[in-house]
């Protein structure tokens, strides 16, 4: 709930590597772009890469390259399929502002239960519930006002309120509070028997 980071992307290497690795699926444009506008206006000072994380902010016990290649084969064993976005909720624990997930959120939570094993997995502070950050870390008094116009802003969206996960991105975080990506993986690329 709300663990991801509020870093977002490197434009180029930026700070020291930290041992906090995530798998996450990006969200193409328009829909992508547009989320990440309004991450932009509800968080001015916010560099976002829309995303839905299938593996939340974690330390790693071994080389990230063997993580990799676990991420790699359960993501390639995975079906690409389709993610429909909801309305805009608040996370109450943490005021985390999000989109929620109706279709998809089954094969996300498929998904971060085979991911959480082995060299990737981790004990995470709150249940997996897989959604798209819109803000975090704004003052309690300004989230009502803040999560009211991100839903506006949704319901004018004349854009398509669903994308393909057909794609998944290993990434890792630096001191500066960038993510780097590492390496990238196709959904049912090795077909399933």
């Not at 909720?89 to 959120?105: E, K, M």
């Amino acid at each position: 709930m709300g663990s991801e980071s509020n870093g977002g992307p490197c434009r180029s290497f930026e700070g020291e590597r930290l041992n906090v690795f995530a798998l996450v699926i990006y969200i193409p444009p328009p829909l992508g772009q547009f989320l990440d506008d309004l991450r932009r206006e509800l968080v001015p000072h916010y560099n976002p890469h829309a995303h839905v994380s299938v593996l939340p902010p974690r330390p790693l016990r071994v080389e990230w390259q063997t993580a990799s290649g676990q991420a790699r084969t359960l993501t390639e064993e995975q079906p690409p399929f389709e993610v429909e976005l909801t309305d805009v909720q608040v996370f109450p624990q943490t005021d985390v502002i999000y989109l929620g997930i109706a279709g998809g959120g089954r094969e996300l939570h498929d998904l971060h239960r085979a991911m959480n094993t082995s060299a990737l997995e981790f004990t995470e502070p709150y249940e997996y519930h897989p959604h798209i950050t819109l803000a975090q870390n704004v003052p309690h008094e300004a989230v009502a006002e803040m999560a009211a116009l991100a839903q506006r802003r949704w319901e004018e969206f004349p854009g398509p309120h669903s994308f393909r996960a057909d794609r998944a991105v290993f990434v890792q975080n630096t001191s500066t509070n960038c993510w780097l990506d590492l390496a990238e993986y196709s959904l049912g690329a090795v077909a399933v028997r």
